[in-house]
T-cell receptor, first 111, second 113 residues
């Protein structure tokens, strides 16, 4: 059973656009929600993370929006660039031991 | 500062064989987790090691085993390989004091024929 559901599977935007990737979870015990960015041939790298006591977090061009009542969170990439083309994974954990990952979103930013 | 290093980067095995993958954690990290990433999927948690003990295990059969050494490096062993074991195996290290921050290696790509 998929603990974290991610959509869309793929996304194509023009340079400067704002891609939005969505994730939903069921386990209300989750208390940490990171987003990872993965380039081909590389391991995932932590991009930004949020805890459920805040509704939004911004770091540079990346923003997480968190809706605790709906059990949903999303990643927004402002002013997207071709270098942002990668696969993005949302994740969740409540122990810090086991992380549950979404199935990934392949983002392509067209110049 | 070296990050997480994994070896080998690629390997090919046949069904029924055994494989050992190795991981050196990021400097200052004492906890190692292993994940399996099938093609087009997100990483799936295999297990985590801290203080040379398996701390938590995901939903993987006993064919998957591991070890952590006193220098915090780790090995993942898979016995009786199946075609379905073909995947990218990722090692992630963290500090027990900052367990939520995982640093991943580039992975070991295993192909089982």
């Amino acid at each position: 059973q998929q603990q974290v559901k991610q959509s869309p599977q793929s996304l194509i935007v023009q340079k400067g656009g704002i891609p939005i990737i969505n994730c939903a979870y069921e386990n209300t015990a989750f208390d940490y929600f990171p987003w990872y960015q993965q380039f081909p041939g590389k391991g995932p790298a932590l991009l930004i993370a949020i805890r459920p006591d805040v509704s939004e977090k911004k770091e540079g061009r990346f923003t997480i929006s968190f809706n605790k009542s709906a059990k949903q969170f999303s990643l927004h990439i402002m002013d997207s660039q071709p270098g942002d083309s990668a696969t993005y994974f949302c994740a969740a954990t409540y122990t810090g031991n086991q992380f549950y990952f979404g199935t990934g979103t392949s983002l392509t930013v067209i110049p | 500062d070296a990050g997480v290093t994994q070896s080998p980067t690629h390997l090919i095995k046949t069904r029924g064989q055994q494989v050992t993958l190795r991981c050196s954690p990021k400097s200052g990290h004492d906890t190692v987790s292993w994940y399996q990433q099938a093609l087009g999927q997100g990483p799936q948690f295999i297990f985590q090691y801290y203080e040379e003990e398996e701390r938590q295990r995901g939903n993987f059969p006993d064919r998957f085993s591991g070890h952590q050494f006193p220098n915090y490096s780790s090995e993942l062993n898979v016995n009786a390989l199946l075609l379905g074991d073909s995947a990218l195996y990722l090692c992630a290290s963290s500090s027990i004091s900052g367990a939520n921050v995982l640093t991943f290696g580039a992975g070991s790509r295993l192909t089982v024929l």
